[in-house]
Every structure is written in structure tokens, then in C-alpha cells.
T-cell receptor, first 114, second 116 residues
Framework: AQSVTQLDSHVSVSEGTPVLLRCNYSSSYSPSLFWYVQHPNKGLQLLLKYTSAATLVKGINGFEAEFKKSETSFHLTKPSAHMSDAAEYFCVVSDPGNDYKLSFGAGTTVTVRA | DTEVTQTPKHLVMGMTNKKSLKCEQHMGHRAMYWYKQKAKKPPELMFVYSYEKLSINESVPSRFSPECPNSSLLNLHLHALQPEDSALYLC???????????????FGPGTRLTVT
């Protein structure tokens, strides 16, 4: 069985400064990993995905994440935060044999200060 | 086009009403999902349809009744709901391969349901 831990429930950054959202996972298999973003009263939008190709994954809106198997981590970063990045972020893992079943982290709320 | 659409955006219903939520995708995905999301929580899986057949029911109460009329449409019929069923209901879809779901799920914007 797989599980996901998002290490920060809330992250606050100033506009223009880097953003780091931390995610650790546990899985019995080589997992597929995803980051989704959810703006208030919206659905979930896929930011990026890791599926056993390159360990550094680039996503939309300047986000990227690095898969580190030895640390079982999949941290999300962005060099320069924008006000529009204020949202809820979910780290998600799926069992490669059963992609229908996603395991969600509890979520990290990002606020961006002007 | 990676869009999943859902209607209505908002729904208020009484506990004796019958209503339906609708979801549509035109990405050729053969796996479709219903999720329930409470405030400040991650989505919880309710149902999975694969090739228009119900493949997973996560022990959802019978007052929620899913339906998949064709490969592009997914409905969720609601009857005799309780106030605690108030939530954001999300639809999602994904590709399939070898008869099972594969890859990332694409989510719709959701229907905000309030049960009074």
C-alpha cells in the first residue's frame, strides 16, 4: 500500500521569492507521482507528473519537482512565487498496477504576500 | 483538449429532492471517476467506471447512484441526501491500457452541493 505525507500544512512566501513544498511517499512499487494544484472553489489541475523517466520533472507555470528514490521524496519548487500561486497543493501517488486509486497527501496551503 | 466539464456549478437541494450531477469529457478516456471533497481535505474516491461499467464502489451509500450512459458522459443521481453530504463533487477521467486505468487523472471544476 502506498501513502503520502506532505510535511507542511501551510507555507507562506513573499512574491518573487522561492517556493518549496515538501512531500514524502511510501510505496511497495516504483510509483507514479503527481502534484496537483487547486485554486479556491475550483477543480484540481495537474502541475506535473513523474513516471520513472527523468528524475527532475518540469511542470506548468514554472514549477518543477525532483524524485529522490533514496529519500522517498518528491518535493515541489518554484524559483519565484507569483500572487496567482496562492492555492492548495496536493502531492499524489498511484500504484502503477492500479492507477485508478490515487493516494492524496493532506495538502499544503500556499499564501503569497505582496 | 484536456477539459472535463461538470454541470451544474452549484446545487442546493432539500433532503427529499432528487437531482443529478453531470460530467462530460471528449479526450477519449475510458476511465471516469466521482470524488467527494470536503472543505480543507483531499478528494475521496467514490466510484470508478471503466469502459462504461462500474468497476469500483468505495462503499458509498445507496442515496448516490452513478450512471455512465456512454464513453463521454458520467452522471451522479442524488436522492434523499443528508446535510453531511454537502461537499464539492469532482469528476475526473483518465486513459486506460490493458483494461485498467493508466496515467494521470484530469479533473473537472466540480459541483458545489449544499443539502438543506
Amino acid at each position: 500500500a502506498q501513502s503520502v505525507t506532505q510535511l507542511d500544512s501551510h507555507v507562506s512566501v513573499s512574491e518573487g521569492t522561492p517556493v518549496l513544498l515538501r512531500c514524502n511517499y511510501s510505496s511497495s512499487y516504483s510509483p507514479s507521482l503527481f502534484w496537483y494544484v487547486q485554486h479556491p472553489n475550483k477543480g484540481l489541475q495537474l502541475l506535473l507528473k513523474y513516471t520513472s523517466a527523468a528524475t527532475l520533472v518540469k511542470g506548468i507555470n514554472g514549477f518543477e519537482a525532483e524524485f529522490k528514490k533514496s529519500e522517498t521524496s518528491f518535493h515541489l519548487t518554484k524559483p519565484s512565487a507569483h500572487m496567482s500561486d496562492a492555492a492548495e497543493y496536493f502531492c499524489v501517488v498511484s500504484d502503477p498496477g492500479n492507477d485508478y486509486k490515487l493516494s492524496f497527501g493532506a495538502g499544503t496551503t500556499v499564501t503569497v504576500r505582496a | 483538449d484536456t477539459e472535463v466539464t461538470q454541470t451544474p456549478k452549484h446545487l442546493v437541494m432539500g433532503m427529499t429532492n432528487k437531482k443529478s450531477l453531470k460530467c462530460e469529457q471528449h479526450m477519449g478516456h475510458r476511465a471516469m471517476y466521482w470524488y467527494k471533497q470536503k472543505a480543507k481535505k483531499p478528494p475521496e474516491l467514490m466510484f470508478v467506471y471503466s469502459y462504461e461499467k462500474l468497476s469500483i464502489n468505495e462503499s458509498v451509500p445507496s442515496r448516490f447512484s452513478p450512471e455512465c450512459p456512454n464513453s463521454s458522459l458520467l452522471n451522479l443521481h442524488l436522492h434523499a441526501l443528508q446535510p453531511e453530504d454537502s461537499a464539492l463533487y469532482l469528476c475526473a477521467s483518465s486513459q486506460t491500457w490493458g483494461g485498467t486505468a493508466r496515467g494521470e487523472q484530469y479533473f473537472g471544476p466540480g459541483t458545489r452541493l449544499t443539502v438543506t
